[in-house]
């Protein structure tokens, strides 16, 4: 059993920062891609970054590539995501999960839902 608990998130104006966290106890990861989602109301969840336990090979939303940062920090068992220049699109709450399936971007194929942290951007 994975657990996961996301933190970070805040209200910030348009071009700021943001760093969240996903801090990850349970089994361990190394077999796992560790993935970020978010969702904005009326909208579906959406893929935004994931990173492989082991290498850290990592991929991105074209919406987030350049602007966004997957890492993730295997003494902590924690995933960061540095987020840079944000936009007020970039408002939703933040999801990390587990996936068996590099490259995978559909929230479907993953799983161990935190409970999320709200990121708000204002313009």
């Known amino acids: 059993q994975v657990q996961l608990v996301e933190s970070g998130g805040g209200l910030v104006q348009a071009g700021g920062s943001l760093r969240l966290s996903c801090a990850a106890s349970?089994?361990?990861?190394?077999?796992?891609?560790m993935g970020w989602f978010r969702q904005a109301p009326g909208n579906e969840r959406e893929f935004v970054a994931a990173i492989r336990w082991i290498g850290g090979t990592t991929y991105y939303a074209d919406s987030v590539k350049g602007r966004f940062t997957i890492s993730r920090d295997n003494a902590k068992n924690t995933v960061p995501l540095q987020m840079n220049s944000l936009k007020p699109e970039d408002t939703a709450v933040y999801y990390c999960?587990?996936?068996?399936?590099?490259?995978?971007?559909?929230?479907?194929?993953?799983?161990?839902w935190g409970q999320g942290t709200q990121v708000t951007v204002s313009s």
């Open positions: 999960a587990v996936g068996l399936r590099f490259g995978s971007r559909r929230w479907e194929e993953f799983g161990s």
């Open positions: 349970g089994r361990t990861f190394s077999s796992y891609v």
